[in-house]
């Protein structure tokens, strides 16, 4: 399966539910900005997980290889990580309303563009390679510009509320990516019109995109910072035992001020921080893996079941992984998450063995049930494993450093497309086995260096 840049493949990912559930009305944010910030990053997830359903059969029917098909989005994934940073640094001083438009505007153009690139090819007015090139330049808009909203998203909804309230309010977040992951391949079938075919999804999801920006410029107030730097720094990370300052209860307008204060005041975020580094390896390694997994996904079912001869007949079964994938994300988010009130240390380490046993399932799957079988407890794994690497980030630094951190956890989820789904295509191309082995080797390294360096999560929530 094509694999996509992360921004959803992780955005702004869930962190663990708080020891105590939250209830939605005590996030500390309206309801309504809530809503916004849900929809840009359910758009977003939907379309790329469309777009994910039907590369497979688009490059099949092209006559390209499959890692090929990988490689296209390589630049774009390259390009999400060095902008994210830089984009998470700008929201800080622009404000986070301006970065998700500007995320939003990447997204529309780059879908409607690489739709029509992958139309002329499809068509015969484009040699295939030809197609491909021009398609990974359309596609760099997404890295070039999309990877200004997930940091925003991050950022903004941990700026203004308290630990507890901040892991509820995260975690409703990043179930939009859940849910987008389910929509997209369920829609995607239904958008390959006539005219269009293959590429209906694309053009489709960049005007959904269009309107949602909109949307967002008219519903969400503008939070560009309007408070100079006072010295308000918590002297300990935000979240920890220590410091009455982080632990005390404000007004929500009294809340945004302090973020723009400490946003204003917060000195630069080493990457080798002791607080956040351990936290950036295993989310780099586990996100290989994953990567890795969803990029062999779609050409997996397309050889196992037989339809390298019939590419359109393959979007159907590859968008029904994805799908059963998608839903064992959300029951890791919305079910077992809260239920187990499992803390961030806890949710990466059990993940990454769920991880280890799907891959494994998957490895060995013969047919569409075992597959999907297969995918869908490697994606429960990765469901669980994604929220706590981002939450155990988060709440390891300051407020005052959440711009930071949050575009520092979206350029580790972009690093992660790179190269990782073309290298699973090689490998799974030259030997079954050597590619499933490869992603459980990540797998086993996240958890051993998790068990060692990862905070306790008693530690995180100072509990």
Sequence with gaps: MAETDPAPIEPAPSAPAARTAAP???????RGR????????LVTAAGNTAMQS??????????????WISLAYSWSALLWVLCAPFWARRSDRRGRKKMMALGLAGFSASMVLCGAT????????LAAG???????LCRSLYGLFGSAAPPAVQAYVASRTEPAQRTQALSLISSSFGLGTVLGPALAPLLIFPVVGLTGPFLAFAAIGLVTMIALRLRLPNDEPRFPGHGFAFDAPYGNSGGAQSNRTVQHGEEEMLAHHEEGTAPPLRWTDPRSSPWLLTGLLGGHAQAMVLGIGGFLVLDRLGLRDDPLAGAGPVGIV????????????????????LGP???????MALAIGGVALLA???????????FAIASLGFGLFRPGFTAGASLAVSRAEQGQVSGQVASVNGASYVYAPALGVWLYGHSDWLGFATIIAFCLAVFAIGSRRLQRDAELTGE
Excluded: C, N, Y
């Design 130 to 136: 030809a197609t491909l090139i021009v398609f990974a």
């Design 364 to 374: 060995v799957a013969r047919d569409l049930h075992a597959i999907a079988l297969g």
């Design 322 to 341: 994805l799908m059963t994938g998608a839903v064992a994300t959300l029951l890791a988010q919305w079910g077992l998450i809260p239920t187990l009130k």
């Design 54 to 67: 039907v590369m497979p059969s688009i490059g099949t029917s092209l006559g390209v290889a499959d890692v």
């Design 118 to 125: 992958l139309w002329f090819g499809l068509s015969g007015a």
């Design 34 to 41: 809530l809503a916004l910030l849900f929809t840009v990053m």
């Design 24 to 30: 939605l009305a005590e996030t500390g944010i309206p």
């Design 345 to 351: 240390r806890a949710a990466a380490l059990w993940g």
